[in-house]
């Protein structure tokens, strides 16, 4: 039981260059989301998925699109990367049985 | 959005107890109290959560004040694995979380 999986961990872009970082859980959970945490600060809410085949825009979701491909998956799309979105990307899901959210490892972008 | 208010840090000796503070005085009667540490370049991690009584598991005690305005994160014996970012906010439920940037504890030998 992986519980919640991000790849890239680590991945470096130019400004412009697209990318799409991916998001797996197997813990046959309903709701996905995606955060955003730059340095010092909390965590912020770029979009969400309550459901397979739903998505909602979250706090900051300026810039970035979503797709949640099944169950399993939740992927975030950056179409042509900005320096300010250099931050830490995290993905989680969240199941009814204990009511918590469970975060993945976290991806390390810098974009130049 | 749940706001809250913690020491943005706080200091503790290893082996012994931590109490950390959070103020949610704008909490409704339904919400629940969520407390997640963030240990350092992880993701956050679920600790405790409760509505009105106190509430303990194998990692925390959860202590809410009887008008729920407050409420103290127990670490019995703190370690130096607890070395961490604790985040408390409220929801009515978990699928909705908002974190602010919470309270980094230290832990010395």
């Known amino acids: 039981n992986a519980g919640v999986t991000q790849t890239p961990k680590f991945q470096v872009l130019k400004t412009g260059q697209s990318m799409t970082l991916q998001c797996a859980q197997d813990?046959?959970?309903?709701?996905m989301y995606w955060y955003r945490q730059d340095p010092g600060m909390g965590l912020r809410l770029i979009y969400y998925?309550?459901?397979?085949?739903?998505?909602d825009k979250g706090e900051v979701p300026n810039g970035y699109n979503v797709s949640r491909l099944n169950k399993r998956e939740f992927s975030l799309r950056l179409e042509s990367a900005a320096p300010s979105q250099t931050s830490v990307y995290f993905c989680?899901?969240?199941?009814?049985?204990?009511?918590?959210?469970?975060f993945g490892p976290g991806t390390r972008l810098t974009v130049l | 959005d749940a706001k809250t208010t913690q020491p943005n840090s706080m200091e503790s000796n290893e082996e012994e107890p931590v109490h950390l503070p959070c103020n949610h005085s704008t909490i409704s009667g339904t919400d629940y109290i969520h407390w997640y540490r963030q240990l350092p370049s992880q993701g956050p991690e679920y600790v405790i959560h409760?509505?009105?009584s106190n509430v303990n598991n194998r990692m925390a005690s959860l202590a809410i004040a009887e008008d729920r305005k407050s409420s103290t994160l127990i670490l019995h014996r703190a370690t130096l694995r607890d070395a961490a970012v604790y985040y408390c906010t409220y929801a009515g439920t978990a699928s909705k979380l908002t974190f602010g940037t919470g309270t980094r504890l230290q832990v010395t030998l």
């Open positions: 813990m046959n959970h309903n709701s």
């Open positions: 998925s309550a459901s397979e085949g739903t998505t």
């Open positions: 989680a899901s969240f199941g009814q049985g204990r009511g918590a959210q469970y």
């Open positions: 409760g509505l009105t």
